[in-house]
């Protein structure tokens, strides 16, 4: 059999594409995935990393809330090392409305989401952090998820099952005979190398770039790119998700994650053009800062690490100019009944929260396609990492008397984590001190989670994702990358982008110990090191 | 507690002040948060080429060694840069090609040395590489109180450099040069001289992650001169507060010193760039903290930066401006006894040099300016 043939291919590397051939795969299908840059680099990588409860759309988008709910229950079983089941407070301040509460609380319950009213006092008890002056606080089952990981997870899932994954990787046009998409073609950004990949069904999984997908196969997908802008803050500042009791706005939900904290966010229309490098600007910062700082007041005086910016794949539907409007409903686009092109499916729309979901619709239409009867079995199969709940267990497990760095490493890797207990303690030294990676857990990340550059492994293991912005971290992390692929030419390239990288993220907020650290990060290699 | 001049700041452009005006027969104090910029010295004195004969003197007393040549230096990603006066630690070389066989030599697990960089950027100018890794019980010992960093491995080699090159000469085969990573001499600063006999090729030192062990040294050797010549130093505190009466400081608070203030007839702001704190950004604008000095700088925090990191940025340049005579500036009026120099000045003085020159520079400028001002006091 020609090894470039598979069932099905899957375009698209974030959490869709991820999840989609991890469904494919686990239903016994060959499947391909074919990535033009990194995981999770679209809108998968670009948000909160809030697991909603679903209650931020239950007063007007009743059919996302439920889903939301469903899949946030789903997550916590098969995700657990994705997962802080933190819980979150919808707050009502002074100047909002708190009849809205009521209204609100009913369309939770509708939804199936619970949600309890609580004394204001208790509120601040459960989050001292949150802004003292608030009047009302409603408690949902929301919490955050890292959405690189669980990409990662799916992927590795699926390549378990036999799936292959190719990063780096452009789809530059389609195969087709007649009105059949019979693969694509491919070349490798990297290398340069091109390659032909054949399979009966194709899947576009790109997001908002699903739109110039579709149009390079001759089909039309009306995209909406809003663009939403939110700043990384260097401390966790909160325990609890918090939120406004309001109609959804600006800047209205604060979401701990890891060692951070995250504010957003904005919603803008931009113009194709922008979707490959969306910047934020200014006005955006104040926004965040201002809005943000009546959720927490305290993140008024905290350092702000990174401001970054996704695009929501939206599928167009009217004319909206905010985009606030448009349901984050699921479309999924059999090309064949829609447009009379075979083998040719979109799934789009949706929202990382429901990717599993939108996973198993595209999957049952694939396996339609090929006539295959097979039950989805995503839902209660626990992720690679998953299979224990408490990362302090698995850390225990693989450590007996585990430091904090490898409860740190359990709590990225879960159960995962025993691939980096070795006989070598030089596995033990620690790339990155701000985040606390070590030797092993670099390696593992090499080894099995396909890591090509610096950023690919920050995605992975969150090395240079710390207060230092990788000024330390990077060039250490580059030696290993040395030591795994040979080649300090390219690596060195691979070093300069990623502090370019690190300084796109640092400068529209470059000011205080920020603006401190890159004179020091500039400095350094310049001068110093002499990259 | 009362001197002719306090400065404030310890790094380099405030340790060279503070030397020379004591030489010069005055009583001074210097405020010293402990790190400066000579935590990251590259080694090579920037901007500066032959050391005047005063600069000379001045290292040659403080048991600063230097050399001068104008060639190329090996930087520790492995790329060369046009270098000239430096510490004895770097190697200048005429051309970047120095050898022909080089043995890079790192130890296991320290991994802000960068060997396989050096063996890359080495072999492009036409030098074979060899790397090996030393395994030695007592960095496992040192690994046990925390990362291996420089200084941890630095302080180790001070004791058991003697093995270290007895293990490299077993490793040496065919090779002319030894490359070892910068971490001898912390204390003692014979040692990487001596190490150089020690191995029968040439040894080249190349730089690692910071701290820079030759520029912790540096900051040791300028500080024990310093206090020899009687000089007060005051470490790990810091100038919070100026008091200034018509355009006149007379004293400063510091923040451990309490209500005792620092008077004096001169001041010297040395206090560094936005990584020392000698300037503080918020969303607005650049301050200076202590004297709410002038500043230049656009409106506009947009131009602050240039969007591509390894580019010149505009807010690198920002500093606090001076008269011609280094007296900082306040509301437009120059204050006559307060004297800004180093890296607080900003980058953009072509006069002044950036870096090491520019701190040696504008040290001795404002040094000059003193003695002249009060040599003419007392003649009036």
Known sequence: ?531 | MKFDTVIMGGGLAGMVAGIALQQAGKNTAIVSMGQNALHFFSGTFESLQAPSERLAELFSAAGIRVHYREGVRLMPLGTFKEAALSLDDIDLFPTPKFGRRVLIVNFLGYHDFFSSFLAEGLEKQGMECRIRFLSLPELDNAKAHGEMRSVQIARSMDRIWEKVAQEIRLLLKDEDTVILPQVFGLLDDTIPGRIRQAIPARVVFAGTMPPSIPGVRTQMQLRRRYELLGGTFLMGDQAIRAHEHDGVVHSIATHNLDAHYLEARNFILATGGLYSKGLVSNPFKITEPILDLDIDQPQDRNEWYNPTFAGDQPYMGYGVKTDEHLHAVKDGVAMQNVYAIGSILGNTRPNLGSGAGLAIRSAFAAVDEILRSTSEQSEI
């Open chain 1, 1 to 531: 059999m020609n090894p470039n043939e598979f069932d099905v291919i899957i375009i698209g590397g974030g959490i869709t594409g991820a999840g989609t051939q991890r469904d494919c795969a686990m239903r016994g299908l060959r499947t391909l995935l074919i990535e033009r840059s990194d995981i999770a680099t679209g809108a998968t990588g670009r948000n909160h990393g809030l697991l909603h409860s679903g209650a931020r759309y239950a007063v007007n988008d009743a059919e996302s809330a439920e889903e939301c709910i469903r899949e946030n229950m789903i997550l916590r079983q098969i995700a657990a090392h994705c997962i802080d089941e933190t819980d979150g407070l919808f707050i009502t301040l002074p100047e909002d409305d708190l009849a809205y509460q009521q209204t609100f609380v009913e369309a939770c319950r509708k939804a199936g989401i619970g949600a309890e009213i609580i004394d204001p006092e208790l509120a601040k008890r459960l989050e001292p952090s949150v802004n003292p002056d608030l009047i009302g606080a409603v408690r949902v089952p929301d919490g955050s998820v890292d959405p690189f990981r669980l990409c990662a997870a799916n992927m590795l899932d699926a390549k378990l099952h036999g799936g292959q994954v190719r990063l780096h990787t452009e789809v530059t046009g389609f195969i087709r005979e007649g009105d059949t998409i019979k693969g694509v073609h491919t070349r490798n950004r990297q290398t340069g190398e091109e390659t032909d990949y054949y399979a009966t069904v194709t899947v576009n999984a790109c997001g908002i770039w699903g739109q110039h997908i579709a149009e390079l196969a001759g089909v039309k997908v009306g995209m909406f790119p809003a663009k939403g802008a939110l700043l990384i803050f260097a401390h966790r500042v909160n325990n609890m998700v918090i939120n406004r009791c309001r109609k959804p706005s600006n800047a209205d939900i604060l979401v701990p994650g890891d060692t951070v904290c995250v504010i957003g966010t904005t919603s803008t229309r931009i113009p194709f053009e922008e979707c490959d490098n969306v910047a934020v600007t200014p006005d955006e910062v104040t926004l965040l800062i201002t809005e943000g700082a009546k959720l927490a007041p305290s993140l008024s005086q905290t350092r702000i690490l990174r401001a970054y910016a996704g695009v929501r794949p939206l599928v167009s539907a009217d004319n909206d100019p905010s985009g606030r409007n448009i349901s984050r409903g699921i479309v999924c686009l059999d090309h064949e009944e829609r447009d009379g092109l075979k083998g040719f499916v979109t799934i789009t729309g949706g929202k990382l929260m429901t990717y599993r979901l939108m996973a198993e619709i595209a999957t049952d239409l694939v396996c339609k396609k090929l006539a295959i009867e097979k039950a989805c079995t995503t839902a209660q199969t626990p992720l690679p990492g998953s299979e224990e709940k408490s990362y302090e267990a698995v850390a225990q497990k693989v450590w007996e008397a585990p430091t904090t760095a490898q409860k740190a490493a359990a709590s990225r890797m879960g159960t995962r984590a025993s691939r980096i207990r070795s006989s070598n303690r030089r596995d033990d030294d620690l790339i990155c001190e701000c985040e606390e990676v070590s030797v092993g857990e670099i390696n593992a990340a090499i080894d099995r989670l396909d890591v090509s550059t610096l950023t690919d492994l920050r995605r992975r293991t969150r090395v240079g994702m710390g207060t230092c912005q990788g000024e330390f971290c990077a060039c250490r992390a580059a030696g290993l990358l040395v030591k795994a692929h040979g080649c300090v030419e390219r690596e060195r390239k691979d070093l300069a982008d990623f502090l370019q990288e690190r300084w796109k993220g640092n400068f529209p907020i470059g000011w205080g110990d920020t603006l401190r650290e890159a004179e020091y990060t500039q400095w350094i290699y310049k001068h110093v090191l002499g990259l």
